[in-house]
Each structure stands twice: as C-alpha cells, then as structure tokens.
C-alpha cells in the first residue's frame, strides 16, 4: 500500500443499502484508509455509481452510514463535502469560461484563499500540460483536454478523498499516462483515490486494493495477489480474475 498518514480511515462505509425501482445497492462495507488508490469494479448496471454518488453526498441512501475522514456525510454534510472531490465520467465544466476563469470559479466556491488558489492552478495547469490554454474557452476544448480540466478542478481544493468515475474514458494515450501520473503523485502525497474503470490492465497497475461489485453487493475485495489467491490462479491478470468471477459468481438474490 502506498503512504498511509492517518489512523481514521479515508472512508468507512456500513450497511449501504439503495433501491429505486429494484435494489441498487444491498448491504456494502468498505474500509478505506487514508493514501489509498482503491478500485471498484464491476459491470454497466452493477451499482458502482450509485455507491460512489452516496459516498459523495449527491445522492442519499435509504440505510446505511458513511464516513469520510471520521466526519458523517449525513449528520454533517457540508464538512464531509468540503474533503471530497467528483470527477465523473462525461466533465461537466462551464463553456464559455476559459480553464483559468474556471479554476478561479470553482476556488471561489471552496472560498480558498486567492493566493493559494492561484497557486494551485498555475501547478495542476502545467503538471496536465494545459497552461498554454489557460485563456482559452473550454468550449473549444477536446474530450480530453475537457477532462483535464475537470480533474484540475476537482483537485484545486487539495481534498481528501477523490471519486472518479471512469476518468481514462476516450482519453488518448499521452493524456491518459499525465493523468495517470498526476493520480499516483497525489497518492503518494496522502490522498486517498476510488477509481471506477472498464480498462482492467489500468486499474491493475494503480490501485492498491480492489473491490468487485456484482449486482449491488460487493462479491469479493483485497489486493491483486489475494484475489489470485482466493480464485486459485497465481499468476492471472485482474481480467482474468474478474471474467471468472463474473461467469461463477453464485446468483445474488434481489
């Protein structure tokens, strides 16, 4: 595991349960400690969202409590909020502001101070090779620089806990390794990342420990080598493991 900071988990999630107009999430657990590159897993449809937009703050579940950094998202919502970052899979960004106006607007939003905030900017703008963008409208901007841009937004503020949902979706391969190696950079300095992706030889090389969803309930979770082990197949890759499971895994009652 990589540089773990703190005694209090990064999150601690008990009895999460969620239904809409059938159960979208029954009864997960999760124990993340603090500097954690943490993968969820599982198929379109398996509840991964779901859990991740409960864990966020943006969607209530119907039981269940989570933690971040020991503060209660639902007794304390704004404080838990002000220690986590979203990035979801489609950047949701305001077009007619160039990246730098909207750093600036998304730093005002956390009231950052604007010295820091600036500061900020300037280093995720150069370390995701945007600054020579800065005054451009992000509306000009291509899929991948737009989720650049996303995530130096999501990480102005310095949180605690960052949630991306599919962020390597349609990236070309430079972009991809920068925001790769941006992630790892910001494990190591003591965040704590969830990351949720369909490309399974990425998430092998970054995370930490693995957590596999299946039909809203986590069917299996631990590092690469423990899942080799409980699936009795020491040198198979997260794909292999993972199909496995997906073809073997016992049905999950609704």
């Not at 703190?6 to 997960?28: C, D, E, H, M, Q």
């Not at 960004?93 to 905030?117: C, N, R, S």
């Amino acid at each position: 595991m990589n540089n773990i900071i703190s005694v209090t988990p990064a999150l601690t999630v008990r009895g999460l349960y969620k239904t809409f107009t059938r159960p979208a999430v029954t009864n997960i657990n999760l124990t993340i400690q603090a500097g954690e590159f943490y993968g969820l897993l599982g198929s379109n449809g398996a509840g991964k969202t779901t859990t991740l937009r409960m864990i966020s703050g943006l969607l209530n579940p119907d039981r269940g409590s989570i933690e971040v950094c020991g503060v209660n998202v639902a007794s304390n919502p704004l404080a838990a909020k002000q220690l986590i970052a979203w990035v979801p899979d489609e950047p949701m960004l305001y077009d007619k502001l160039t990246v730098a106006e909207y750093l600036e607007f998304i730093a005002g939003l956390w009231g950052m101070h604007p010295g820091q905030a600036e500061r900020n900017a300037q280093n995720l703008l150069e370390r995701l090779d945007l600054w020579s963008y800065r005054h451009e409208r992000c509306e000009g901007f291509s899929r991948g620089m737009k989720q650049k841009a996303a995530l130096a937004g999501a990480l102005i503020h310095e949180p605690k806990l960052l949630i991306l949902d599919e962020p390597l979706t349609g990236l070309d391969a430079a972009i991809a390794r920068q925001v790769k190696d941006l992630l790892q950079e910001r494990v190591q300095s003591g965040c704590t990342i969830i990351l949720t992706t369909h490309i399974l030889d990425v998430a092998e090389r970054l995370v930490d420990r693995i957590g596999i969803i299946q039909a809203g309930q986590l069917i299996t979770e631990g590092t690469l080598e423990e899942l080799r082990q409980q699936a009795g197949r020491g040198e198979a890759s997260l794909e292999e493991i993972f199909l496995n499971l997906m073809t073997h895994a016992p049905a999950i009652p609704a």
